[in-house]
């Protein structure tokens, strides 16, 4: 059964910090490189970081030095620490395998990240 659920998701100020989680079923998830996109009204859905399974990590030059990825292969989780949030961080974040297809892919729910003062 293949599944993807994230949460973790609300709303905070600017400046402030949160932090997303995912919990994947499914083996191909263990195994891939998985990764958080986010997708904001109007806008297309973009990756903004990534980690192998060996833990090797890419971030999009936007979320650099205030966003970390991190993965629990036993728990088959991936998280997203988010600090130093701005409001253009503002979106739905879903987390999948790198690369996924917007619509040809299974995608979760996603979880709401507004950043507002």
């Known amino acids: 059964q293949v599944q993807l659920v994230e949460s973790g998701g609300g709303s905070v100020q600017p400046g402030g910090s949160l932090r997303l989680s995912c919990t994947a079923s499914g083996m191909m998830y263990r195994i891939s490189t998985m990764g958080w996109y986010r997708q904001a009204p109007g806008k297309q859905r973009e990756l903004v970081t990534s980690?192998?399974?060996?833990?090797?990590?890419n971030y999009a030059d936007s979320v650099k030095g205030r966003f970390t990825i991190s993965r629990d292969g036993a728990k088959n989780t991936v998280y997203l620490q988010m600090n130093s949030l701005k409001p253009e961080d503002t979106a739905v974040y879903y987390c999948?395998?790198?690369?996924?297809?917007?619509?040809?892919?299974?995608w979760g729910q996603g979880t709401q990240v507004t950043v507002a003062s």
């Open positions: 999948n395998k790198v690369p996924s297809s917007k619509d040809n892919d299974y």
């Open positions: 980690i192998s399974y060996g833990g090797s990590t």
